[in-house]
């Protein structure tokens, strides 16, 4: 890459153990190898309560503008997906929400989808099960078109993902950080030739 470019990588999960979050932790490796900036948001970090119009009424929480700034200063992103009965978390759904409300009376973030529009987004799910979270993203693709994001074409669901990570919690197979690495290049890829 010429210029590094900017990349959020983060999980739809704040389970101590959570294997999305590892994965995570793994796209920022490579994404970082690749020569990308690279911020790893913990949405545990953020104070962001169950979306409520009248809880919004009384003020955007501080944290839901941090979140909707982070989101406008990386071109690329990489979400890494649970699945929780066949789709995507409620953690990650509220997360969207917030981000995507306009806050009316603000110059800045009147327009809802302002952090959304443009962004190059790549896909990547883990499970324990044998699909790795893959109805999940079947699920999450449309929402994201839907807020004007571009969904990279080469996705990645990591099955069977209590046997994928050593004790550091590094992949342990080749395919497996191939397989993560497509998905970030292609990222990278697209997300660079929309800022040009």
């Keep these: 890459m010429s210029a590094a470019t900017k990349l959020l990588i983060f999980a739809g999960s704040t389970r101590t153990q959570s294997f999305n979050r590892r994965l995570a932790r793994a796209a920022a490796e490579v994404a970082t190898g690749l020569g990308a900036e690279v911020t790893l948001l913990e949405l ?3 104070d962001v309560p169950l979306y409520n119009a ?3 009424a009384r003020g955007t ?7 909707k700034q982070l989101m406008l200063d990386h071109p690329g992103w990489v979400i890494c997906s649970p699945e929780y009965n066949g789709s995507y978390t409620a953690l990650l ?15 800045e ?13 790549g896909l990547l799910s883990a499970s324990p099960g044998a699909l790795g ?3 999940s993203l079947g699920h999450l693709a449309p929402l994201l078109r839907n807020l004007q994001c571009w969904v990279a074409p080469q996705q990645f669901a990591l099955g069977q993902a209590g046997n994928a990570f050593d004790a550091d919690g590094q992949l342990i ?12 290049e292609q990222v990278l890829w697209a997300s660079q030739r929309f800022q040009s």
């Design 44 to 46: 545990g970090t953020l």
């Design 133 to 135: 979270g893959l109805r």
């Design 173 to 184: 197979e080749e395919k497996h950080r191939q397989n993560v690495q497509t998905v970030v």
């Design 54 to 56: 009248d809880l919004e």
């Design 61 to 67: 929480p501080t944290d839901v503008i941090r979140l």
């Design 93 to 107: 759904k509220n997360t969207l929400d917030w981000a995507s409300s306009p806050i009316k009376g603000d110059p």
């Design 109 to 121: 973030w009147s327009q809802g989808l302002r952090c959304f529009t443009g962004k190059v987004v």
